[in-house]
């Protein structure tokens, strides 16, 4: 089992930058592929990214590819989310998500498969 807490959300103008963080408190979170979702009024949530657990691989869908990075320090029991051009259509509460063995592609787009998430955070581009 593993708690995640979201923080570093809050306004950002358009074109700026702003780096998310996910604390985890558990066992074992180094074993765990993290990802990063986000979810907007009356729309299901997306997936934005995940990273496999020794984070030295990342996935990305289309609209963060080159402007988000994904990355953890499994050290300190964290995981970020670097977003950076950042645009109105970026708005939305972004939450951090846990599971074993289902990074890659497919768990972005099916965020049934992550067994533990946090509360979100809030992200406004304006």
């Known amino acids: 089992h593993v708690q995640l807490v979201e923080s570093g959300g809050g306004s950002v103008e358009t074109g700026g930058s702003v780096k998310l963080s996910c604390a985890a408190t558990g066992h074992t979170y180094d074993r765990y592929c993290m990802g990063w979702f986000r979810q907007v009024p009356g729309k299901e949530r997306e997936g934005v990214a995940a990273i496999y657990p020794s984070g030295n691989s990342a996935d990305y869908v289309a609209f963060a590819e080159g402007r988000f990075t994904i990355s953890r320090d499994n050290g300190k029991n964290q995981l970020f989310l670097q977003m950076n051009s950042l645009e109105p259509e970026d708005t939305a509460v972004y939450t951090c998500?846990?599971?074993?063995?289902?990074?890659?592609?497919?768990?972005?787009?099916?965020?049934?498969?992550?067994?533990?998430w946090g509360q979100g955070t809030q992200v406004t581009v304006s």
């Open positions: 998500a846990a599971v074993v063995n289902n990074c890659g592609h497919f768990a972005l787009e099916n965020p049934g498969v992550f067994e533990y």
